[in-house]
């Protein structure tokens, strides 16, 4: 199946090409726990795609739980790991280097949220 490359063009003036790979749940060590990793595969200014994850930790949808006393639908979970891929994409310049430390926990995902205007 061929995949759909879709562009975004980063605030550090990398321009990105990305397609979402896939989903799947796992615990992760360092605390993290666990969650649900979206892997995308992601080509910048023209080199050699390489697989970037991003990491939903089930304590961020459990603060989100607490705090709006609601479910995040698996759209909205997707969203999250979406925003989190764009933040990284506007702030770091060596995403290579961080294949597995994109991550949404408690201390970034009010922020996320607020981005997708979900809160």
Known sequence: MARRYKTYA??????????FESRRSLVR??????????AFVVSADQRPPFELRVFVSEKA??????????????????????MRLFQAFDTLGDLRAESLSLVVD??????????????
């Open 10 to 19: 980063a605030e550090t003036g990398i321009t990105y090409r990305y397609f």
């Open 106 to 119: 408690e201390s970034n995902v009010e922020e996320l949220l607020a981005a997708l205007d979900l809160v």
């Open 29 to 38: 060590p360092a605390g993290l726990g666990p969650g649900s990793d979206y």
């Open 61 to 82: 949808i459990a603060a989100c739980r607490a705090a709006h006393s609601r479910e995040l639908d698996p759209s909205e979970q997707y969203a999250l790991a979406k």
